[in-house]
């Protein structure tokens, strides 16, 4: 048996080429993604200790008050401590807004804390004195020796910059000032713990209550939650790898299957001249084996390879990436999976192989035949997988449940694949019946049906992947609809330029206007006005005036005083309940007290909005104090906001708006789409490998059949395009059962993942992309047919007819 496994591996290599390509690329893709998973759990977590490398306790405080007592008893008894947290800032520089919002963490006066590594310049000795981030301050312009504005109103403080750092991006920070400058922060500073270079007894001293543990186990823990979003990443891209592999198993079953198929004739004669079944079996999967081992072995290669690269670009631009490296886990995992695919794709051809008595190898194979127990075993489970997937996604979408949306797309997707013998073969039938059927297409109907349990797995091949790729940028599409009228409700003004203490100049909304970037501007008139304690800018609003976004409530009724929420939460603690109880406000405008009905709202700068009537009964001479304006489609934020803090920090005004928050969360949403259709399109390449593969093994199988038919009359160009129209009949049905069952996979995902999150979520059908996808994927299968019809057109009557 050995020699005869030997020569039929040696006899069928070609043969086996599409499986191998399958295999390899599914296990490379698992060696990549551990690679890049470990490059960046290593790159992240192997500075997580440095802020507490020189002290033996972290304390976590119970109160935020105990910050403070044990950063005095500190300074008190000589002991080294170190708030470890941030605050959440606006930076500017000679009047000039550099960033609406940093992270500023505290710059140890103790050398023995100093953990960040100094590139340039000093670290700080006294209050007054701030470290920067050295790739931080690329992006802002913040160089040594500048003096630069942290925080607004009374606790802004200026500091100059006399260092420049590198820290990791674990636990790094844009600014770094001492603690006597960052308390003042009160209101944006979050400290999650303290070193503490004092014992555990003092620390219980200071803070009754606060949790003390060795810095060890402070900064493991520290690393296990960057892991373990490390590993989330790795897992969302394991769910491609297991359609890509899942998608490989079917090409690698049809591969068999149709190989086991054609050797029916070989397989007879050795079971007639004694072959055991035992034995016949015990050969062929020595086959599927020897074929697994390989193509992982070379997935594995192709995987190092691939990994070191991508990891190497990916650190041209992030440094904070570690160096690459196999993970001997991750790798051994992809191997055994290559293997072990390999091997149990061909189990159940290997038994049908085996199961067929020598008489009956010489019967063509009829396919599934409902008729018979087996095909009706297969249409019950089918149903009932259907059913169950229907039932489990009618769940999903009452509960939002997203265990239960991917169980039941699994499982009705899987009643589909079972019902393909039969449903497939009947669409194909259909569409090639079509008005204007001709003699060759009428035969490339009659060849893509003729085997229906071979034709539904090589369409389910391509299925799988307009499937998911038409379900993802539905729910992508959709996904951003629902964002864009969340972001139109939170954002409804790009960009606000809001006065302080002193009016603006009635100029500065053209110099806006003309800013490269912004498509246009408008111009508000107000009055100064007080709240309590609280000095706020009163603006006339007619509504979005040219320049919101959506149907944004901007223009409250006669008497109604629009309030933000920050401005309200900065409010006296009485004023501010008021507010929230009554909705009722005491406003000073002009020296004369008026109560007004308060709504609230966000999304135009820190001013009061009331309507244009009710500002003329206020204000008998308004004068300029606002400036909104709307980005042009594909502004640069950074650019934008830049030009703009400009003209605003020398109007002495305010900038915000939403365009920032608004681009960010598009490019991630951009980057997202990017990935997941990249990832797809390994699932899409391999179900194209399976097509070219499932024509070129058909190429072969009926190889006497074409000759008898260029015997019979039919020329090569005829022969040709019979095998383009089979190709183009099976993509084009595959293509259209995908975008079908995508559309209802992503209506299912809108409802459970977006619509919990977004209210009124609409379902957007990106209809050019979905059209896309579906032409490309049906013009796949046209271009999969050209190598296996140029074959078939070359061989003449004469050599096919001689063939066995």
């Not at 000093?122 to 020796?145: H, I, M, Q, W, Y």
């Amino acid at each position: 048996m050995r020699t005869v496994l030997l020569a039929s591996m040696r006899h069928h290599t070609r043969r086996y080429v599409a499986a191998s390509v399958a295999v390899v690329i599914g296990v490379a893709f698992i060696v990549v993604i551990g690679m890049l998973t470990g490059a960046t759990r290593s790159g992240l977590t192997a500075d997580a200790g440095a802020p507490v490398r020189a002290v033996d306790l972290v304390v976590t405080p119970d109160a935020p008050r105990d910050v403070e007592r044990l950063v005095d008893a500190a300074a008190d008894e000589g002991l080294p401590a170190l708030t470890l947290g941030y605050a959440m800032e606006p930076v500017s520089r000679d009047g000039v807004q550099l960033a609406q919002s940093v992270d500023v963490a505290e710059a140890s006066l103790d050398p023995r804390l100093q953990w960040q590594e100094l590139e340039d310049g000093r670290f700080p000795t006294a209050a007054g004195e701030a470290l920067a981030d050295v790739n931080r301050a690329k992006s802002s312009g913040v160089a040594l020796g500048d003096v630069v504005r942290i925080g607004s109103g009374p606790a802004a403080t200026d500091v100059e910059v006399v260092g420049l750092v590198d820290s990791p991006a674990a636990m790094g920070a844009a600014l770094y000032v001492p603690w006597d400058d960052l308390r003042r922060f009160e209101d944006t500073l979050w400290v999650d713990a303290v070193a503490w270079g004092g014992t555990e007894e003092q620390a219980g001293n200071v803070a009754r209550g606060a949790t003390v543990e060795t810095a060890a186990d402070w900064v493991a823990a520290r690393q296990a939650e960057i892991s373990r979003g490390v590993d989330v990443i790795a897992i969302m891209a394991l769910l491609f790898v297991v359609i890509a592999l899942f998608v490989g198993v079917l090409v690698i079953t049809n591969t068999f299957a149709i190989l086991f198929a054609q050797r029916m004739r070989d397989f007879a004669l050795l079971r007639c001249v004694g072959v055991t079944r035992r034995q016949l079996r015990r050969a062929i999967r020595l086959e599927a084996l020897a074929l697994g081992l390989a193509a992982a072995t070379l997935g594995v290669a192709v995987g190092a390879v691939a990994g070191v690269g991508l990891v190497a670009v990916v650190r041209h631009w992030f440094t904070d990436m570690g160096a690459a490296a196999l993970d001997p886990v991750w790798t051994g995992t992809a191997f055994a999976v290559g293997t072990l695919v390999t091997l149990g794709a061909a189990w159940l051809p290997t038994r049908t192989a085996t199961r067929v008595p020598p008489l009956a190898a010489l019967r063509p194979d009829t396919g599934v035949d409902v008729r018979s127990a087996a095909g009706r075993w297969r249409l019950a489970l089918a149903a009932l997988a259907i059913t169950a997937g229907v039932a489990l996604l009618g769940v999903a979408v009452a509960a939002s449940s997203v265990p239960a949306m991917l169980a039941g797309g699994i499982v009705s997707f899987v009643g589909v694949l079972l019902l393909g013998p039969v449903l497939v073969p009947r669409l194909v039938r259909l569409v090639g019946g079509l008005p204007g059927a001709g003699p060759v297409r009428r035969l490339a109907t009659g060849n893509a049906v003729r085997n229906p349990r071979r034709t539904a797995t090589t369409a389910a091949s391509l299925l799988v992947g307009v499937t998911l790729t038409t379900a993802v940028l539905t729910g992508l599409a959709s996904s951003r609809t629902a964002i864009d009228t969340d972001m139109d409700r939170s954002y409804p003004l790009d960009v606000t330029v809001t006065a302080g203490a002193e009016p603006l100049d009635g100029g500065l909304v053209d110099r806006v206007a003309a800013t490269t970037g912004v498509a246009g501007a408008t111009g508000l008139d107000g009055a100064p006005a007080r709240i309590g304690t609280f000095d706020l800018p009163l603006l006339g609003s007619a509504g979005g005036q040219g320049v919101a976004r959506g149907p944004a409530h901007l223009e409250p009724d006669d008497g109604v005083l629009l309030l933000p929420y920050e401005v309200v939460e900065d409010l006296p603690a009485r004023v501010a309940e008021r507010v929230w109880d009554d909705g009722e406000v005491a406003v000073t405008v002009g020296g004369r007290e008026h109560l007004m009905e308060v709504e609230t709202g966000s999304g135009w700068g820190r001013a009061g909005l009331v309507s244009t009537a009710t500002l003329a009964s206020l204000e008998q001479d308004p004068r300029p104090m606002a400036v909104w304006a709307r980005a042009s489609d594909g502004a640069d934020a950074e650019d934008l906001a830049g030009d703009l803090a400009a003209l605003a920090g020398a109007a002495g005004a305010e900038l915000d708006g939403g365009h920032s928050n608004r681009s960010w969360v598009y490019l991630q949403l951009d980057i997202l789409t990017g990935a997941v259709v990249g990832l797809l399109a390994v699932a899409i390449v391999i179900a194209l490998v399976g097509i070219a593969n499932t024509l070129g093994l058909s190429v072969l199988e009926r190889a006497r059949e074409n000759a008898l038919l260029r015997a019979m009359g039919l020329t090569r160009r005829q022969l040709g395009r019979a095998m383009a129209a089979e190709g183009l009949l099976l993509s084009s049905v595959a293509a259209l059962m995908g975008t079908a069952i995508g559309l209802v996979f992503a209506w299912v995902g809108v409802q459970v993942m977006v619509s919990s999150v977004v209210e009124d979520a609409a379902f957007t059908v990106p209809v050019w992309q979905v059209g896309a996808v579906a032409a490309v994927a049906a013009v796949a299968g046209l271009a999969a047919c050209v190598v296996p019809a140029r074959r078939a057109a070359r061989v003449t009557p004469a050599a096919g007819l001689a063939l066995d």
